[in-house]
């Protein structure tokens, strides 16, 4: 009988313990929120896309915001095209939908076309702002789109003004400002294979 009392003191001290453990980390928890969260009412300067946060693995910081803001450049070739803000050339892909919005490219695709991500802290110039908007991914992440149509980088675009996308596969073009395809000038070479 004594070893029985003394079993059910040990149970409920033991369960003491982790009532108050719990308590104190669900406290911690709820005190961590707000300071986390005041950000969040701050309006970002694009309208469309910029409600959802940035896709996770997305580098952080302004390399994150420049990489999901958009603008306008004048290319030698193509004229006006869309660029991100660090001055990467951005590409559509035809196998894409605009109405509704919806990305094709997954996997490897996605690897040598990275999708171009939403960030809240994105900027937008020289592109109507009614324009951009969002679509959700195959793999829940958030995607900025341009009259619907889904934007993203090219791998082999090395460095900040390269074209190497426009023409691949004959189904990646560089996106105008009105998220149409753009057109050369004059006729270019199309960009090597990866064209999925």
Not at 65 to 79: D, E, I
Not at 131 to 160: C, E, H, I, M
Request: glycine letters at 12%.
């Amino acid at each position: 009988m004594h070893a029985l009392r003394r079993t059910a003191a040990f149970t409920a001290a033991a369960a003491a313990v982790v009532l108050f453990a719990t308590a104190c980390d669900s406290d911690t928890d709820t005190a961590a929120a707000p300071a986390s969260s005041p950000s969040a009412p701050a309006a970002p300067a694009t309208t469309g896309a910029t409600g959802a946060p940035a896709t996770t693995g997305a580098p952080s910081g302004n390399q994150a915001a420049l990489k999901g803001s958009l603008a306008t450049v004048t290319s030698p070739q193509f004229g006006p095209i869309v660029v991100d803000g660090l001055n990467y050339t951005l590409y559509r892909f035809d196998k894409d939908t605009a109405q509704p919005s919806a990305s094709h490219c997954n996997d490897a695709c996605a690897v040598k076309w990275p999708p171009v991500p939403v960030s809240e802290q994105a900027t937008v110039k020289g592109v109507d702002a009614k324009l951009v908007g969002s679509v959700t991914r195959a793999d829940g992440t958030k995607q900025l789109t341009l009259n619907g149509w889904p934007l993203y980088r090219f791998a082999d675009d090395k460095a900040p003004g390269e074209t190497k996308g426009q023409g691949v596969g004959g189904t990646w073009f560089i996106s105008t400002p009105e998220g149409g395809k753009a057109q050369a000038a004059a006729a270019q070479p199309t960009g090597g294979g990866s064209g999925y």
